[in-house]
């Protein structure tokens, strides 16, 4: 069973940067896609960033391209999200995801079969 544990979280102001991380461990051999969902209050999950397991393939929302950047280590098994020029829209609980196939396409949220439980970042403005 795989497990995904998100680190790094806290309470930031405006214009700062954070780094985020999740370590995945167990059965991990051909997962195909990893990434950083949001979920801010009153608001549906959205993609924050993702990458392929192998490759350098990435994937970036709108609201985030240019402030945030991914990246995994496939030794260690972790994913890690830099988040600049943070504002107070970004404040949501942000969760890592990883999917063991093919997904329709990046924002396929229900292809991402194992989740973390989550780390809050909130931005006081």
């Known amino acids: 069973q795989v497990q995904l544990v998100e680190s790094g979280g806290g309470l930031v102001q405006a214009g700062d940067s954070l780094r985020l991380s999740c370590a995945a461990s167990?059965?991990?051999?051909?997962?195909?896609?990893t990434g950083w969902f949001r979920q801010a209050p009153g608001k549906e999950r959205e993609l924050v960033a993702a990458?392929?397991?192998?490759?350098?393939?990435?994937e970036y929302g709108d609201s985030v391209r240019g402030r945030f950047s991914i990246s995994r280590d496939n030794t260690k098994y972790t994913l890690d999200l830099q988040m600049t020029s943070l504002t107070s829209e970004d404040t949501a609980v942000y969760y890592c995801a990883t999917s063991k196939g093919a997904l329709r396409s990046w924002y396929d949220i229900e292809g991402y079969e194992y989740w973390g439980h989550g780390t809050q970042v909130t931005v006081s403005s």
């Open positions: 990458i392929r397991w192998s490759g350098s393939n990435t």
């Open positions: 167990g059965p991990m051999f051909n997962y195909y896609i």
